[in-house]
């Protein structure tokens, strides 16, 4: 069984940055894809980010490509969420997950139906 623990919300001024963090534990005995999802009320839930831990594979949304970065630190089992020049857009709960499918390397952003487990959720606010 796996699970995420995910921390680094808060609010902050357009323009500042935040980094989320996704903690792991349990075994997933093989490289997966840890994604990056945000929702607010009344909108789907969306997928931001992506990476796969067997290469160097990141994959972003058009709405975050060149402000958002993931990231991992093996060591700590611990997987990460830049967020560079934040928008009031930006504003939603943030959740980490996991895909354990092995899909060769790629990584879906979504649905978030493909994603096994999920971390609780932390809220980023962006005020204008």
């Known amino acids: 069984q796996v699970q995420l623990v995910e921390s680094g919300g808060g609010s902050v001024q357009a323009g500042g940055s935040l980094r989320l963090s996704c903690a792991k534990s349990?075994?997933?005995?093989?490289?997966?894809?840890v994604g990056w999802f945000r929702q607010v009320p009344g909108k789907e839930r969306e997928g931001i980010a992506a990476m796969y831990t067997g290469m160097i594979s990141t994959f972003y949304a058009e709405s975050v490509e060149g402000r958002f970065t993931v990231s991992q630190d093996n060591a700590k089992n611990t997987f990460y969420l830049q967020m560079d020049s934040l928008k009031p857009e930006d504003t939603a709960m943030y959740y980490c997950?996991?895909?354990?499918?092995?899909?060769?390397?790629?990584?879906?952003?979504?649905?978030?139906?493909?994603?096994?487990?999920w971390g609780q959720g932390t809220q980023v606010t962006v005020s204008s």
């Open positions: 997950a996991a895909d354990l499918t092995d899909r060769g390397g790629y990584c879906y952003l979504g649905p978030p139906s493909v994603y096994d487990y």
């Open positions: 349990g075994n997933t005995y093989k490289n997966y894809c």
